[in-house]
Nanobody, 125 residues
């Protein structure tokens, strides 16, 4: 079974950058859907960025132009490059994989069946 492990979280000042990684183990086939989600204290979990096997990417409205999602097939690793970080970006970031492309967009969590444990991102104002 596929297991996901996020890393790269930490504390950063507003305006700074971080790169999150999501390493997958037990991979036997190319994933259809890959995504990053986040949850801030007292708020609902929201989609951040996604990428499917057709090459299509999608981003949450609040991170468009600042975040970039990418995937390394050879390393079985999903990345999230986060630039110009803001205080409101603070939260626990989760990576996930699933099936159902091209319908596995950020608003359809039901398509994502495998999740990582999460990594904390804290942005100071």
């Amino acid at each position: 079974q596929v297991t996901l492990a996020e890393s790269g979280g930490g504390s950063v000042q507003a305006g700074g950058s971080l790169i999150l990684s999501c390493a997958a183990s037990g991979v036997r086939s190319a994933p259809e859907c890959l995504a990053w989600f986040r949850q801030a204290p007292g708020k609902e979990r929201e989609g951040v960025a996604s990428k499917n096997i057709y090459g299509a990417t999608d981003y949450g409205n609040s991170v468009k132009g600042r975040f970039t999602v990418s995937h390394s097939d050879s390393k079985n690793t999903l990345f999230l490059q986060m630039n110009d970080l803001k205080f409101e970006d603070t939260g626990i970031y989760y990576c996930a994989t699933g099936t159902g492309a091209p319908h596995c967009n950020l608003g359809n969590e039901r398509f994502y069946g495998t999740w990582g444990q999460g990594t904390q991102v804290t942005v100071s104002p």
